[in-house]
């Protein structure tokens, strides 16, 4: 990768993420809800865990490759699905592309940006993820078509409550992006002309459909008729997870649990695989950060199905931190986002690239030549740190 566009750090990457973006348009990438106690707690929390390094004896060489829902994977690291990714003209095939570049899977939001059949096309490794939207049918519907596309793992996300209040305030997304709300939001696109002509170049403004909600071939509807269904859609229930999980066959993975009871009901439901999450802080604000309710998870559920660990990881030190807590792997959202926005597909790649050197110097710093070798014991977790919930 050229020199002067490289990054070290993703909190590099999401100053330029800042600097490139029209200012609503990054606003979306930061996300969360409320007063953000979650999202700050999510990474923040981080901190709190130290490690205790050997200086002699390091193994020369280290080990990050495992499996992710049948998938090998070059390192603990997949791509968390999220539904913003117009903020790149390639969007989620750039992301795709990335993932695939570094040996690695990724989650497809179903309010991506980009048909399933064109992400599918550039990476083999897609869990298509969707949201309790619609009737079962309709549900049943979607999965179909991403088993059709390619995809060789569904993800369920069921933790969303509709909290829209941000302290620090909502962006506003147009209903549509053409030329009338283009040239509405000129003040501030007008001003990140690097952005501007990205778009420009292929002659097309952020799409704000979501095609994967359609059927095959069609535009699908808007982002806003969408959500508007999805609020409109009773929840499911622990049978209905059960229903849908019976109807995939092939790995099937709920995200977004933090309780023990929540934990051993999806495993009772007969999935292959969860998510400590709280959606990166856009839930339920309060929630505790998700790192600190994975060991408790873990210690229940881990021998009987994969547990991975999504939200706040920003370095290869937090991976390392996640996986000697007893998560199989981790999930990224914004670190990638931003990369994305700041450089497209090669920005992603280097926040790939950021948290496999990391993992690396946390290896070695450890003593330990995989991170299957990795345990609790090379963290120090301070008193406290840990929450049980529904334990
Ligand atoms: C802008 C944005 C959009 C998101 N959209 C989705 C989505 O469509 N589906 C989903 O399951 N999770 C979604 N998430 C949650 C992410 O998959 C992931 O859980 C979260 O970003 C992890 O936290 P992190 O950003 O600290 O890594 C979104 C997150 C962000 C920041």
């Known amino acids: ?60 060489k280290r080990d990050m490759a495992t499996t992710v829902m049948g998938q090998n994977i070059s390192l603990p690291v997949i791509i968390s699905p999220t539904g913003v990714q117009a903020v790149d003209p390639d969007g989620e095939v750039a992301v795709a592309r990335a993932a695939a570049a570094r040996g690695t899977a990724m989650g497809l939001s179903s309010f991506a940006s980009k048909p399933i059949e064109e992400v599918c096309a550039v990476n083999d ?57 283009m040239l509405k939001m000129s003040p501030e696109v007008l001003t990140k002309p690097r952005w501007l002509w990205e778009f420009g170049k292929q002659l097309s403004p952020p799409d704000l459909r979501v095609p994967n909600q359609g059927r095959r071939g069609e535009p699908g509807p808007t982002f806003f008729q969408a959500y508007g269904e999805w609020m409109g859609t009773p929840p499911p229930t622990w049978e209905d997870i059960a229903w849908l999980r019976e109807r995939w066959d092939g790995p099937f993975m709920v995200k977004g649990i933090v309780r023990v009871d929540d934990a051993k009901a999806a495993v009772d439901a007969g999935v292959s695989a969860i998510s400590v999450s709280n959606h990166g802080g856009n839930n339920l604000d309060g929630t505790p950060a998700a790192i600190r309710c994975l060991p408790a998870v873990a210690e229940a559920v881990g021998d009987q199905i994969e547990v991975l660990l999504d939200g706040g990881i920003r370095r290869g030190s937090d991976v390392v931190k996640a996986v000697a807590l007893g998560a199989r792997a981790v999930m990224i959202g914004r670190a990638y986002l931003w990369g994305l926005a700041a450089e497209g597909q090669t920005g992603v790649e280097n926040v790939l690239d950021i948290l496999r050197g990391g993992i690396d110097s946390a290896l070695m710093g450890l003593g330990k030549s995989s991170i299957h070798d990795l345990t609790p014991d090379d963290i120090l977790v301070p008193d406290g740190f840990t929450r049980t919930l529904g334990g």
């Open 125 to 181: 490794k897609i869990f298509f993820q969707i949201y309790w939207l619609g009737g079962k049918e309709a549900i049943l519907e979607r999965a179909q078509r991403a088993k059709e596309a390619g995809a060789v793992g569904l993800i369920t996300t069921t933790d969303w409550s509709f909290s829209h209040g941000r302290d620090w305030g909502s962006p506003k997304i147009p209903e549509q992006m053409n030329l009338k709300t």
């Open 1 to 60: 990768m050229a020199r002067d566009t490289w990054f070290e750090t993703v909190a590099i990457a999401q100053q330029r993420a800042k600097k490139r973006l029209p200012k609503s348009v990054y606003s979306s990438l930061i996300s969360a809800s409320e007063k953000g106690v979650t999202v700050t707690d999510n990474v923040e929390s981080f901190a709190e865990l130290g490690f205790a390094p050997h200086v002699v004896g390091a193994s020369a």
